[in-house]
């Protein structure tokens, strides 16, 4: 089963940044479509960024637009997530997330539509 390791996480003062790894030394991830997401204590988890397969499209929710990038690096197997001007309410567990055979410009925000899970990354942003 292919595995996803995040990394990047850490304490970081409010307006700073972040970048976010989303890796895999087994296999490619040339066929997955890439959804980071969060998920704070007492919350759902909610999508912040996905990319499809190719890197072709990408989508954001209102929240974290123009502060959040996601980017992918296949010949690395690794998808980042730059975060940039960080707020307290940006501080979850964030995690990656594949879904397989979701190629072409396919992306989504939705837990459901994706099959492997990272162990998820702990940020938090302090005042």
């Known amino acids: 089963q292919l595995q996803l390791v995040e990394s990047g996480g850490g304490l970081v003062q409010s307006g700073g940044s972040l970048r976010l790894s989303c890796a895999t030394s087994?296999?490619?991830?040339?066929?997955?479509?890439i959804g980071w997401f969060r998920q704070a204590p007492g919350k759902e988890r909610e999508g912040v960024s996905c990319?499809?397969?190719?890197?072709?499209?990408?989508n954001y929710p209102e929240s974290v637009k123009g502060q959040f990038t996601i980017s992918r690096d296949n010949a690395k197997n690794t998808v980042y997530l730059q975060m940039n001007s960080l707020k307290p309410e940006d501080t979850a567990i964030y995690y990656c997330?594949?879904?397989?055979?979701?190629?072409?410009?396919?992306?989504?925000?939705?837990?459901?539509?994706?099959?492997?899970w990272g162990q998820g990354t702990q940020v938090t942003v302090s005042s």
């Open positions: 087994r296999f490619t991830l040339d066929y997955y479509a």
């Open positions: 990319i499809s397969s190719g890197g072709g499209s990408t």
């Open positions: 997330a594949a879904s397989l055979g979701r190629t072409g410009r396919w992306c989504s925000g939705y837990v459901r539509d994706f099959d492997y």
